[in-house]
């Protein structure tokens, strides 16, 4: 929420100062001043609101500081959020103007109820990687390892996304993995290794990406089978329709990519 | 029967030998503003009240008596053990409190044997010995009822029991009437009274009622400002008081002076006549019904002591009007509601008061 | 008390239409609304139909009885140590008993997840004293049904200590100078005299200890986890429940509900016999 507030203040200052910059230097970059995706003569103005997934929250910040460069006048406003809330959100009327979500399933809770325009398309991918302590300790190198005896392993609940792709992957791997918890979201696992409590964890890349070197990840072959998709839509009732396309058309860009892989995501 | 004890007078703060037996203290508690240091001594067998004014720090002696106050300095010794160090739990002194504090809980009998147990008996022992305590103090049939049952006068009787049962070489009993109604009051005196008849070690009793303290004790020590101001029997005290408190508790008129032959002549200013022959410093007490007051100056009266005063107040005191005098001397003056009604008495007024020699009474300061 | 209560009444009888004042009477029932329409939402919408079919899955009574044990020991364990030190904050006197009363109150304002932390880096197996726990006893308190009584332990004991310290506080002292001129220890003074008086309001702390362990949430899932029989209690299942089927959620919490009432009401009966 403060996040949020903080974000919106320094935008309008960011757009304050571009209707100056861009009077100034409107010479300088003429494929600036129209829309990426050709947006008919659309001008991209005003409060674009985004609802995404909370582990978009890195990526996501900084395509924004880009969009509302590219586009002054134009600020963006986000809702980061477990994507579960953020679709009940959305299905109860909810303004806002694009959705992102950590999941199929997710995104589905809000294409079944006739609320997206046009379909939804996937824009990066998560994989689950085992988070060890920094230096793996104990020599993990397959899911299989998690198996030893003795070593304490916490995984998500499976009514969280992070849990039921474990189960997915550790079902793919023939792995039969008691955890000492199944933990309540992804940092709450997460947490767990970082503070050396647990031996190990099962979380998403970009979660071991964002804790920096206080975990390390062990990528591992079965992650392949409980691959996240991120799916990304406009709305239907978007307030601010033509904003909407213009930064669902960032995220999708190559440049919008570039930035999400840096944050430890796959490419779809 | 009352035992009384054969013992020459000790003064007070004379360090008694280690065998011998009963009290011998030198209180000395500080406390801020506060400080007490009064000594006391007593016999096995005897009853001394400790009077004073409210604040004059009986209660604080009493509970340095019993460990509940740590002495600054002085000396407490029993039967001539040294019990300065020792914690109150181990002293061998009984305590009954001014509200009792039976404990709300236990049953008249359970309150009774809660020494006996605490001190080591087993439980059955325990709770026999406190049967007898009541059935001695007459509460047999309130052994099993709590003490928000009992009347003021049976939970004191279960106090006292309490204290007892544990055969305490001093016996210690803070306003020990002080919660009872006038009526019960009374009866429960008088029984109390016969109970530390019995009491064959020390008991002292702490009261600010001088009648309490002259039915109870055998010996009064008047307190003031945490100093001992005078000690002696009931009798004699009431005779020859010596502080303004302890005249008026007594219900005397009592002034300081210089004794010159039959002449008191008073600090304050006029003389007055005695019968007594003495000379250097002197008190001279009279009681407020040897007054007699007139609205002129008497003349034909025998009465050698005449000051002129006016009525500072007036009271009721029984069935007679106790008149405070405001004046040459202030003195309180008794007369009956037919005198006050003929003299037109009224704050304010002047009146001529008299005393005759005959009824004063003087003795050395 | 019985009799003694009774005794009151019929001193002051009471007179109809002279009773609360319009004044008390009005905010008093938005009070009470406040806080029974939230319980009367959540009987609504309970998913009736489906309530038989929630109920007969034994993870549901694994998880109550982990919250019942749990909250009951952790009662238990606030009781044996919670006492002592409200009688030492209301009766010894020592420097910086303020300060310690301060701190005590403490993990009444903490949000529970932060107090869950505090308990990983004191408690954890890399912990202050948890390391050494570990290393010398082989003892490891997270993700352990120990663990789960001690994250109660350290939400709910401050509230039995407030209470007791209070009770201690309006209590005579004299009981305890009066059991000790008989020759009583300090401590049998307490443990005869002292406790039996203030037997209700320990009575009431206890209570209000465990109905705080009974819902505690946020230290338990931090410091002992989510295993279903081992740490999962009952809070912990509603909020997992939450995530994926409301319903279920509800259906839970209507239990956990109303076995802390029948707990609660159970208690205040012979309770207010007892005394």
């Avoid at chain 1, 959705?99 to 046009?118: N, Q």
């Avoid at chain 1, 969280?160 to 709450?188: H, N």
């Avoid at chain 2, 250097?280 to 609205?295: D, H, I, N, Q, S």
């Avoid at chain 2, 009525?311 to 202030?330: C, K, N, S, Y």
């Amino acid at each position: 929420m403060t996040r949020r507030a903080r974000r919106t203040r320094v935008s309008r200052r960011i757009a304050g100062f571009g209707a100056v910059a861009a009077l100034a230097l409107s010479g300088c970059s003429p494929s600036d001043s129209g829309s990426p995706g050709g947006a008919g003569g659309d001008a991209v103005t005003g409060t674009v609101t985004v609802f995404a997934a909370s582990s978009l929250k890195e990526s996501f910040t900084e395509l924004a500081g880009r969009f509302e460069k590219e586009h002054p006048g134009a600020e963006v406003a986000f809702n980061f959020s477990g994507s579960d809330s953020l679709a009940a959100g959305i299905n109860n009327g909810a303004p806002a103007d694009v959705f992102a979500a950590a999941s199929a399933k997710t995104m589905k809770l809000v294409t079944d109820e006739g609320r997206t325009a046009g379909g939804p398309r996937t824009f990066v991918r998560n994989r689950l990687q085992i988070a060890t302590a920094p230096g793996n300790p104990h020599g993990i190198r397959t899911l299989k390892d998690l198996t030893a005896p003795g070593l304490k392993v916490v995984l998500c609940d499976r009514t969280v996304p992070c849990g039921a792709a474990a189960q997915t992957a550790l079902a793919a791997g023939g792995a039969g993995l008691t955890p000492v918890s199944y933990e309540q979201d992804v940092k709450s696992a997460l947490t767990k290794v970082q503070l050396k409590e647990a031996d190990a964890a099962l979380v998403y890349g970009t979660d071991v990406h964002a804790a920096g070197d206080k975990v390390e990840g062990v990528h591992f072959p079965e992650s392949a089978e409980a691959v996240n998709d991120y799916p990304i839509a406009r709305l239907e009732d978007a307030p601010n329709p033509s904003a909407a396309k213009a930064f669902v058309e960032l995220v999708t860009s190559a440049e919008g990519r570039k930035v999400l892989v840096r944050a430890g995501f796959l490419e779809p | 029967m009352r035992r009384v004890p054969e013992k020459p007078e000790k003064t007070p703060g004379t360090p008694s030998g280690p065998t011998a037996e009963g009290l011998d203290a030198h209180l000395v508690v500080d406390r801020g503003a506060f400080r007490l240091d009064i000594a006391l001594t007593a016999a096995p067998g005897d009853v001394v009240a400790l009077l004073g004014p409210n604040g004059a720090g009986k209660t604080t002696a009493l509970r340095a008596l019993a460990g509940l106050t740590p002495l600054t300095a002085g000396r407490l010794r029993l039967d001539g053990t040294d019990l300065h160090r020792t914690p109150p739990a181990s002293r061998p002194v009984g305590v009954v409190f001014q509200d009792y504090l039976l404990f709300p809980h236990l049953t008249a009998l359970d309150n009774v044997a809660f020494g006996p147990r605490c001190r080591g008996a087993g439980k059955a022992a325990a709770r026999a010995l406190a049967a007898e305590w009541l059935e001695r103090m007459g509460l047999a049939e309130h052994a099993g009822t709590r003490p928000r049952h009992l009347s003021g006068g049976q939970a004191q009787r279960v106090a006292l029991a309490r204290a007892l049962a544990t055969h305490p070489r001093l016996l210690l009993l803070d306003e020990p009437l002080a919660a009872l109604d006038a009526r019960t009051r009374l009866e429960v005196r008088a029984q109390l009274r016969r109970h530390l008849d019995a009491f064959e070690a020390v008991a002292v009793l702490v009261t600010h009622d001088p009648l309490d303290a002259m039915v109870l004790a055998d010996r009064l020590v008047v307190v003031e400002h945490g100093l001992v101001v005078q000690e002696g029997t009931p009798a004699d005290i009431a005779r020859h008081p010596r502080t303004d408190y302890i005249a008026r508790l007594v219900g005397l008129n009592l002034y300081r002076g210089r004794a010159e032959g039959h002449t008191v002549r008073l600090d304050a200013g006029p003389a007055v006549s005695t019968t007594e022959h003495l000379s250097g410093p002197a008190f001279v007490a009279f009681p407020p019904g040897a007054v007699t007051l007139y609205r002129d100056r008497p003349t034909g009266s025998s009465a050698r002591n005449v000051w002129q005063c006016a009525v500072a107040g007036l009271e009721t005191h029984g069935d007679q009007i106790r008149a405070e005098l405001a004046g040459e001397l202030p003195l309180a003056a008794d007369l009956t509601t037919v005198a006050a009604a003929e003299l037109d008495l009224r704050p304010g007024a002047p009146v001529w008061a008299a005393v005759k020699a005959a009824q004063t009474h003087a003795y050395p300061a | 008390m019985t009799t003694g209560r009774q005794a009151s009444r019929k001193a002051h009888p009471r007179t109809p239409g002279r009773g609360v004042p319009l004044a008390l009477l009005v905010p008093a029932l938005l009070g009470l609304a406040f806080l029974l329409v939230p319980l009367l939402a959540l009987l609504l919408r309970a998913p009736w139909r489906s309530l038989p079919e929630q109920l007969t899955s034994p993870a549901v009574w694994e998880a109550l009885r982990l919250s019942l044990v749990c909250a009951t020991t952790a009662t238990a364990l606030s009781l044996v140590v919670g006492v002592p030190l409200a009688w030492l904050l209301a009766r010894a006197d020592f420097p910086g008993r303020g300060l310690v009363r301060a701190l005590v109150t403490l993990p009444l304002v903490l949000p529970p997840v932060v107090g869950g932390v505090a308990l990983l880096l004191a408690l954890g197996r890399n912990g202050v004293v948890g390391q050494w726990l570990d290393a010398w006893f082989g003892i490891t308190l997270p993700f352990t049904t120990t663990g789960v009584v001690l994250a109660e332990t350290f939400v709910a004991m401050p509230f039995l200590v407030i209470s007791v310290e209070g009770t201690l506080r309006a209590a005579d002292p004299r009981y305890e100078e009066a059991a000790t001129t008989l020759g009583a220890s300090r401590f049998t003074a307490f443990r005869r005299v002292t406790l039996p008086l203030i037997a209700p309001g320990v009575a009431a702390g206890a209570v209000l200890a465990w109905a705080r362990a009974l819902g505690e949430f946020g230290a338990t899932i931090t410091f002992a986890g989510n295993f279903p029989g081992r740490t999962q209690t009952m809070p912990l299942a509603v909020y997992l429940a939450l995530q994926s089927d409301p319903a279920a959620a509800i259906a839970l919490s209507l239990v956990l509900l109303a076995v802390s009432v029948a707990v609660l009401a159970g208690l205040r009966d012979r309770w207010m016999r007892a005394v």
